[in-house]
């Protein structure tokens, strides 16, 4: 039924998962052209609060035009979903007949987690899915709001993860997992350190192994938040040093449109991949981040019910000092030294 709604249920006797199930204030499900359960072939999951929520949404958009053949289910855990504009929701699943599940979210729950002014809490949302999802599904595709599709998935519906928790893409090279083994203490991650912004998950074993269990216990550890560079990134790979394998960099090829701003940097860009992750403070969905680089983002979203949703302005004295930047980089002078000055303003009155 369309925008039908219910509050979680609670009948499960797992404390842990209670704990997770209390944090769900609603489900709506979203589900114009009636798709059975027996119908859908990929379940995939996002988390996303207010400033992510319009990547979140041409994040689903792009995954289902790239994949016309495949029948989702799409999951969004916020603790924004009044934000959403629900009709335009119904009309993505009309249009791709697919199912939409929301679920808001208790943002109490995630209080105690660490935070800084690039990561919300909402970066933890990620944690909860797969404890929730297992209930019914035995694998689901985990995807950061800041990754757009512009290919087909379909060989990842054949993966065999076995008793692997997830299956990621590595971050950087083996010098890199030397770095973070040693700064977050664990030789295990000389082996391979990934980033957790596209995850297939085997959601058997992740209930199995105990994960959320594993990470919570992490982060008691107060003595771990100083090594903390990622934080929920980090503390995925500290819990699945041993749990995991890994895929073809294509399903999650990462470029930040700051390196624009940099020409040797600016070579990095590769758009011969399915999964591009706009990573950094700059997202695609940003007034000052509309480049070449990101026309994956731009044409998803042309051709999304969110073509005439505005680009987001500023909200923060760390956006305005990238805003200005880039706008003078792209030659916009009259905008840019607006920005500019307004972010002097900004610096000068001490706003965040």
């Not at 390196?259 to 950094?280: D, V």
Request: net charge negative; aromatic share 12%; proline share 3%.
């Amino acid at each position: 039924m369309e925008g039908e709604a219910m509050t979680a249920e609670t009948t499960h006797t797992h404390p842990l998962l209670q704990t997770c199930e209390r944090a769900i204030k609603q489900r709506t499900t979203l589900n114009p052209c009636g798709v059975e359960d027996s119908d859908i072939q990929l379940d995939v999951g996002w988390g996303a609060d207010g400033d992510f929520l319009l990547g979140c949404e041409i994040s689903m958009a792009s995954l289902a035009a790239s994949n016309s053949g495949i029948r989702f289910h799409f999951h969004l855990f916020s603790n924004d979903t009044s934000q959403l504009d629900q009709q335009k929701l119904i009309e993505l699943a009309r249009q791709h007949e697919l199912r939409i599940t929301l679920y808001t979210l208790d943002n109490d729950y995630f209080a105690q987690l660490p935070t800084n002014r690039l990561w919300s809490s909402a970066i933890y949302y990620r944690f909860m899915m797969p404890e929730v999802l297992s209930l019914s599904i035995s694998k689901m595709l985990y995807l950061d709001a800041d990754v757009v599709c512009q290919g087909d998935v379909t060989e990842l519906l054949e993966v065999d993860l076995q008793d692997n928790v997830v299956a990621v893409v590595p971050e950087r090279d083996a010098t890199w997992w030397q770095h973070q083994a040693e700064a977050l203490d664990c030789k295990a991650l000389e082996q391979g350190y990934f980033n957790s912004g596209v995850m297939l998950i085997n959601l058997d074993a992740w209930r199995k192994e105990a994960v959320l269990t594993h990470i919570l216990r992490l982060v008691a550890d107060q003595s771990l938040h100083a090594k903390l560079t990622f934080y929920d990134q980090d503390l995925l790979n500290l819990a699945l040093a041993d749990k995991k394998m890994f895929l073809n960099s294509v399903y999650n090829t990462q470029y930040s449109l700051n390196y624009e701003l940099n020409s040797a940097k600016r070579k990095q860009f590769n758009p011969n991949c399915i999964f591009m992750h706009f990573i950094g403070p700059t997202k695609p969905w940003h007034l000052w981040g509309q480049y070449p680089s990101s026309q994956a983002f731009q044409q998803a979203k042309r051709h999304s019910p969110w073509k005439d949703e505005p680009l987001q302005l500023p909200a923060s004295t760390y956006q305005y000092r990238y805003c200005y930047k880039h706008l003078i980089y792209q030659k916009k002078f009259l905008k840019g030294y607006e920005y500019f000055f307004r972010y002097l303003l900004r610096k000068l009155l001490s706003r965040r």
